[in-house]
Each structure stands twice: as structure tokens, then as C-alpha cells.
């Protein structure tokens, strides 16, 4: 027993090493975005420690060098980058320290709605992904479907203004919830500024006749007939449960099988009278 509970401890141990390593590594993982400030220090020189705002362009005019990008870099690879191109350049010799602190103030807005816990325009920094901007709505109602449409904000042209040759049909993007909630998008559709989130209701299909709870029913993905029959409570005493009708976009469904046939949001299904 007590080797048992001397494993257990160094078990848990482990794990807390494994997920502090983690949120250090996340940390360390931050990168720079638009609209982000930066303050480099060279050290042991004089030269202009900013900040230095991150244009749209992902790049930061830094003194002698003129344009350097920044923008999907992390504060030490773009101090890396300055290092470097400070003696490309000839203004520093030998290996020059560059530091460089990410200043991030929350200058961006994503607006959520529709099937989610609470809608709003919430306001970040530096890069957020889609499945954050759930978290900060406080995740999908119990109302939601599968859908979520990332609908990006107009492009700005030269002047400032909306380009006018933008094209609407390619500025929405229509991703999966539940793919989203599993992280297989990573790091993916990462928000820009003034992106709006809606995420759709699920459609529901519709039971009656003789079932114990007739009614809507929000079904998942996948889900067979009889497994959605006993949202409704199952097939009455008096219900003929080899005579189930599935109506789909009004048409009825041939050689309906209640393991086989695979349910569809927006069916009508429909349980007969048995035969006395």
C-alpha cells in the first residue's frame, strides 16, 4: 500500500512539472501581431528603445534599418532578427544583445452571436483564434449546431476605406464546431480585427404521433432512428414502430430502418397507429 501511495505522489508530481513546463512553454510561445508595441534594447548603445508599433503590415520601422518584420515572430526571434541585421548593416559589430519586450494592449474587437452563452464584442490582443473567441462567450448554448461562420471584416484600401472590389462570397468562412472544440484547427482561422462569429442554431427534426414526448429534437451528428425516437420518450403501446415514416425536405424516405437510417436535421418523423 505504501509503495502504491509513494507512486501516486511521484505520479502527481510528474503531472504538475509536465503542466507548469507547459504554461511556461505557451508563454514563451507568444507571438507579435498587428497593432502590438515593442520596446528594444540594445545593449550597451544608445539606439531608440520605442516603442515601436506593429503596423497592419506585420513590420515596425526601426531606426538606420527602416522596415523589419515582426508580425508572427516572438519577442526573441525578432531580437534575434534586429541583432542580425544591425551588423548585416554595419552599424554593430561582433554579436550585439538585443532584447525585446511585447507590450500587448487589448486594441482589437471580435464580435460573437447567435447560439452562444454570452453574445458581445469582446476586445483582445495580439492573436486569437476562433475557439478562444467562444471561450470569452462562454462556449455554445445547448441550442447550438455544428456550424460557426467566421465572417471577416471588410479589407481596407489604400485610403483607409473598404476596397470595393472585395469579394463578399470569399469573406465568409463556414468552419465545424465540434472540430473547433477538439482544437484540430490549432492555431488555425486566427481572428482579425472587426471579424464577427456567429454560431448557427441547430436545426431540429421533428417526432410525433404515437411517441411518449412528441416534439423538436436537437439530434448530433450521426444519429440513427431509433436513437432519436428515444429523445421522444420511444414508440407508444400503440405505435406501429415497423411503419415509421421519415419525411425529408417533403419527401418521404424509402426503406426506412430504425439502425440504418441515419436521421438528417429538418426530417419529420412520424410513428402510425399500429394495426389493432
Do not use: C, W
Not at 477538439?182 to 417526432?207: K, M, P, S, T, W
Request: no cysteine; glycine share 12%.
Amino acid at each position: 500500500m505504501a509503495s502504491r501511495t509513494g507512486a501516486g505522489i511521484v505520479a502527481g508530481a510528474i503531472v504538475a512539472v509536465v503542466l507548469a513546463l507547459s504554461h511556461l512553454l505557451a508563454q514563451g510561445a507568444t507571438v507579435i501581431s498587428a497593432r502590438d508595441q515593442v520596446r528594444v534594447v540594445v545593449v550597451g548603445t544608445e539606439l531608440p528603445a520605442g516603442p515601436f508599433t506593429v503596423d497592419e503590415d506585420g513590420t515596425i520601422d526601426y531606426p538606420y534599418l527602416g522596415r523589419v518584420t515582426a508580425g508572427g515572430l516572438t519577442p526573441r526571434a525578432l531580437g534575434d532578427t534586429i541583432a542580425r541585421r544591425l551588423v548585416e548593416a554595419q552599424l554593430l559589430v561582433g554579436s550585439p544583445q538585443v532584447t525585446v519586450e511585447l507590450q500587448q494592449t487589448p486594441n482589437k474587437t471580435v464580435t460573437v452571436s447567435g447560439a452562444v452563452s454570452s453574445r458581445g464584442e469582446y476586445r483582445f490582443a495580439g492573436e486569437m483564434t476562433v475557439f478562444d473567441a467562444l471561450v470569452k462567450a462562454g462556449g455554445a448554448s445547448a441550442d447550438a449546431g455544428d456550424e460557426v461562420l467566421l465572417i471577416r471584416a471588410p479589407k481596407a484600401g489604400a485610403d483607409g476605406t473598404p476596397a470595393e472590389d472585395a469579394d463578399a462570397e470569399d469573406d465568409v468562412i463556414t468552419l465545424s464546431r465540434r472540430e473547433i472544440e477538439r482544437g484540430e484547427f490549432a492555431r488555425a482561422h486566427l481572428i482579425e480585427d472587426g471579424d464577427r462569429i456567429i454560431v448557427n442554431r441547430a436545426r431540429q427534426v421533428y417526432i410525433d404521433g404515437y411517441v411518449n414526448r412528441p416534439g423538436g429534437y436537437t439530434i448530433e451528428a450521426g444519429s440513427t432512428l431509433r436513437q432519436v425516437l428515444s429523445l421522444a420518450g420511444g414508440v407508444t403501446e400503440l405505435g406501429a414502430v415497423n411503419r415509421v415514416r421519415v419525411l425529408r425536405n417533403g419527401t418521404r424516405v424509402d426503406d426506412v430502418d430504425l439502425d440504418t437510417t441515419i436521421v438528417q436535421p429538418g426530417d419529420t418523423i412520424t410513428v402510425p397507429k399500429r394495426f389493432m
